[in-house]
């Protein structure tokens, strides 16, 4: 007997039998994040194992909505071949997108102008189409919520949760955050270095929209003297005393750490650009400190973006084991008959999360986390 007909037919949580899953499609969406590739190979190998076929949609769910832009195809068959040695590359083999979202995909009109639709009815027939059963779907909040929206519409589908930003509910942790963490923490300890050598106020301005864990976790691994976080508008009057006190004690420098996302009391977040069907781009939330600080300190003060670094290059050890854990967790909640769930880590094990649980709510950082309370207590400032 082959192993698609020796497969074992799954049977949903409340008992009754799921039509058999033959081939899963798998979503990649949002910005990219390392570990990516290592979740589609797990997804890969584990669905092989149940006899079931693989096919990957091109930037989101863009291969199937606008097949013409893809003369190549909008979807790529996937199999254990063609997984060989991805665990450990950057990106996404799939193509991703943060523009392309079903429900407000941007679609030009013959006047020239450029409106949303939503597409996801054509999404959910263009899928039964191509004969998906069930879609693995990897993406942060806006992934996650036009999975929920495929599942409400009866669409067999577990999402996998991903950001560097770590801002996903009910997971302890999403996977990409430590590498993009792990970096920006080599890149501070570059930077002690050059900012002692040149007695220099050194601004370093990460990745954050909304939440500063990446900021909080590399600052405090990094020995930040102040970290600025979305979640703490800053004063900056405290940053300056910080750096001042520094100076009496003979320092001569400080390292600032500051999400993209961080605002200064009354303020907001640096926007530089508006955009339809897609988030606001921001920027320069680094520079706007480093030249207050410079203005105000007489110091001279240098700032540097890591930006897009944070999301690329090679997954941690610790990054590609969630990857691989989600992936393979992901087939195995199928296998179980579940759907419109998240895979969450909750040490030691993983567990699912309802997908409208999982993004009723970001997931900021905690004021009084004990990340939080490390951090004052090693006498870093916070801005306020
Ligand atoms: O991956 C999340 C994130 O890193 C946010 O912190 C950031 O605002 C956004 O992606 C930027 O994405 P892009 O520049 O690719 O549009």
Not at 31 to 44: E, K, M, S
Not at 120 to 131: F, I, K, M, P, T
Not at 223 to 248: F, H, N
Not at 328 to 343: F, I, P, T, Y
Request: glycine share 14%; aromatic share 4%.
């Amino acid at each position: 007997m082959s192993k698609a007909r020796a497969a074992k037919k799954p049977v949903a949580q409340n008992g009754t039998p799921n039509p058999a899953i033959r081939k899963i499609g798998i979503s990649t969406g949002g910005g990219d994040a390392p570990g990516l590739n290592a979740v589609i190979r797990a997804v890969v190998l584990a669905a092989h194992n149940h006899g079931w076929e693989c096919c990957g949609i091109r930037d989101g769910y863009s291969g199937m909505l606008s097949p013409a832009r893809y003369p190549q195809g909008g979807m790529i068959p996937l199999n254990p071949q063609s997984v060989r040695g991805i665990t450990h590359l950057g990106g996404t083999l799939l193509g991703t997108t943060n523009v392309g979202h079903p429900l407000h995909y941007p679609t030009q009109l013959r006047s020239g102008k450029i409106v949303e639709r939503d597409r996801s009815d054509e999404l959910v027939q263009a899928l039964g189409e191509a004969r998906i059963d069930a879609v693995v779907a990897i993406g942060g909040d806006g992934s996650l919520g036009i999975a929920k929206v495929l599942a409400d519409k009866g669409v067999r589908v577990v999402g996998v949760p991903k950001t560097i930003d770590n801002d996903l509910d009910g997971t302890v942790v999403t996977f990409g955050f430590d590498t993009a963490v792990s970096f920006a923490t080599d890149c501070l300890d570059r930077l002690h270095t050059t900012a002692a050598s040149h007695h220099r106020i050194m601004v370093v301005e990460v990745m954050g929209r909304y939440a500063g864990w990446i900021a909080l976790a590399a600052g405090v691994a990094g020995s930040a003297d102040a970290v600025l976080i979305p979640e703490i508008p800053y004063d900056l009057g405290t940053v300056v005393d910080k750096v001042q006190k520094r100076d009496r004690a003979g320092a001569g420098f400080s390292i600032v750490v500051v999400a993209e996302g961080a605002m200064p009391r009354g303020g907001k977040a640096s926007v530089i650009e508006k955009r339809l069907g897609a988030m606001d781009r921001l920027g320069g939330a680094g520079e706007r400190v480093a030249k207050a600080l410079q203005q105000t300190t007489g110091k001279e003060t240098r700032h540097v973006v890591l930006g897009h670094l944070l999301r690329g290059g090679t997954p941690t050890a610790a990054d590609r084991q969630i990857s691989l854990r989600f992936g393979a967790a992901a087939v195995r909640a199928l296998a179980e008959g579940k759907s419109g769930v998240m895979v969450a880590l909750d040490p030691p094990t993983v567990r699912y999360v309802p997908l409208g649980v999982a993004t009723k709510r970001m997931k900021v950082v905690p004021l009084d986390c004990d990340t939080v309370l490390t951090a004052r207590e090693l006498g870093m400032c916070l801005g306020d």
